[in-house]
Nanobody, 123 residues
Framework: VQLQAYGGGLVQAGGSLRLSCTASGGTVGSYAMGWFRQAPGKEREFVAAISWTGSTTYYTDSVKGRFTISRDNAKKTVYLQMNILKPEDTAVYYC?????????????????WGQGTQVTVSS
């Protein structure tokens, strides 16, 4: 499975962006999916995850109420709607696929990774 993330960009604080991640070479409908991010000088961290059916979602505390993860299995695409963006959300965002239907919250649980898309939030 190959994952392609896109939709990043430069936005002012308080603004919104929607990231997308499209799968090829397999079917994202068979996998739980997650979003992670890595800021300069920091480790990659969990942001959000969604189960195969979409019935279960997880978020890191700092994005709860602002970010929403969703998926469209027919389009093999996972989304991350990001609202009320803050400068501390600035990072490269990566989508990841897990070879199991249940969502996970740690890097080691994911088998496939996209190339990342830059999100920059200005103050």
């Amino acid at each position: 499975v190959q994952l392609q993330a896109y939709g990043g960009g430069l936005v002012q604080a308080g603004g919104s962006l929607r990231l997308s991640c499209t799968a090829s070479g397999g079917t994202v409908g068979s996998y739980a999916m997650g979003w992670f991010r890595q800021a300069p000088g920091k480790e990659r961290e969990f942001v959000a995850a969604i189960s195969w059916t979409g019935s279960t979602t997880y978020y890191t505390d700092s994005v709860k109420g602002r970010f929403t993860i969703s998926r469209d299995n027919a389009k093999k695409t996972v989304y991350l709607q990001m609202n009320i963006l803050k400068p501390e959300d600035t990072a490269v965002y990566y989508c990841a696929g897990r070879g199991l239907p249940a969502a996970g919250r740690s890097l080691g649980e994911y088998d496939y990774w996209g190339q990342g898309t830059q999100v920059t939030v200005s103050s």
